[in-house]
């Protein structure tokens, strides 16, 4: 999107609240969030093999107080009651049916990497905790769209690592917005785990592009979003425009 066109809407204050908490990165256009994307502290995962991705950097690792307030309680899967799902995900995603040897998970705050594309070509992936993403899955025939909670690695019993991602899902509810026809979703509720939420990253195949915002009602204030309030507009401005 030219940056003229920022410049328009952000002169217009209702347009104004959809540009909210983003940015663009001047690089390859993709949007992040305006929480900062950490080149400091980054950990190459060299033996990392499964899929089609490769040059994994992991960027600011969480310590015990981030992983706390990013609503997580440890850095041990059977605690943070993930050990079933990560059984799951390497069964159903690696064929991997042992008993997993080590316990302890790591938390990182943004990741990136190469993917190959069924086409051949190679793109190059980043992305960081709080952005929406879409994943190679389908929601309703849509392509299924969620918000990376965690950044997590684990390594295996031979001693290889593994990423995931931690997603709360958007669900796609096929209702439409009055004012700005974009279409709604509703964020995955805590208590609903229909949807796994933990997958390789290797589903998510290009950096965040479209920003998700609060579908704002009357108990929604400036300062703070009703957070009961589950439902998300997508921003298909941003989606058509880049
Ligand atoms: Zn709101």
């Known amino acids: 999107m030219a940056p003229q066109l920022f410049k328009e809407l952000i002169i217009e204050l209702r347009l104004r609240h959809l540009l909210s908490g983003w940015c663009i990165d001047d690089n390859d256009f993709s949007i992040h969030t305006s929480r900062e994307f950490a080149q400091d502290n980054l950990t190459e995962i060299s033996n990392f093999s499964h899929f089609n991705c490769s ?94 909670k965690g950044i997590i690695g684990h390594k295996w019993n031979d001693d290889q690592d593994y990423i995931f991602i931690y997603l709360e899902w958007l669900e796609y509810l096929n209702k439409f917005d009055d004012l700005l026809d974009c279409p709604i979703y509703r964020l995955q509720n805590a208590n609903n785990n229909s949807w796994d939420r933990i997958h390789p990253i290797s589903i998510v195949s290009r950096s965040p592009y479209i920003p998700f915002i609060h579908n704002c009602k009357s108990k929604c204030s400036l300062q703070q979003h009703d957070i009961t309030n589950c439902e998300y507009i997508r921003n298909d401005f941003f989606f058509t425009a880049i």
Do not use: H
């Not at 998970?105 to 990136?112: A, D, L, T, W």
């Open 55 to 148: 040059e994994i950097k992991l960027g600011s690792k969480w310590d015990k107080q981030k992983i706390e307030s990013a609503g997580f309680i440890s850095d041990n899967l059977e605690t943070n009651g993930l050990l079933e799902c990560i059984m799951r995900v390497y069964s159903s995603y690696f064929s991997i049916e042992q008993a997993l040897l080590n316990m302890k998970i790591r938390y990182y705050q943004n990741v990136s990497y190469s993917i190959v594309e069924s086409n051949g070509d190679y793109q190059d992936v980043r992305f960081c905790v709080g952005e929406a993403v879409e994943t190679t899955l389908s929601d309703g025939g849509q392509p299924a769209f969620g918000i990376v």
